[in-house]
């Protein structure tokens, strides 16, 4: 028979695993990094011993992600409005265009710049 605080030792590793990972998941993808290897080594916590060693490991894994996640603050994109990292020039969520090309010297600009920072040309995409 299986012991009540093994099963209630579990729903709390459950529940830490699948929040983590939800959490992760999303400011991974908004950064455009591997979350799906994030998300595995959350959903690995349950079969840690333990809820202590559990707890452990999640603090492991944070700070792991932390110090290798691309740095840089997140910008909402113009077109859903979901948060992703300002160097992207594609939204990791609706795959489209987030920084406009300056058709003068091709270097690439804000979506909300309305004149060219590089050749201060005001001949810039659209999308
Ligand atoms: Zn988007
Ligand atoms: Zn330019």
Known sequence: ??????????????VLAAGSA??????????????LMWVILCALIIFTPGLIGALFSLLLIFAIYYSTRPKGELKPCPHCKKRVHHILAFCPFC????????????????????VCPHCRSTNLTDS
């Not at 028979?1 to 459950?14: A, H, Q, R, S, Y």
């Not at 920084?99 to 270097?107: Q, S, T």
């Open 1 to 14: 028979m299986i012991k009540l605080n093994t099963l209630v030792e579990f729903g709390i590793k459950l």
């Open 95 to 114: 795959k489209r265009s987030v920084k406009r090309e300056c058709l003068r010297c091709h270097e690439t600009v804000d979506w909300d710049a309305v």
């Open 22 to 35: 939800f959490f992760l998941y999303r400011d991974a993808r908004a950064r455009d990094y591997s979350w």
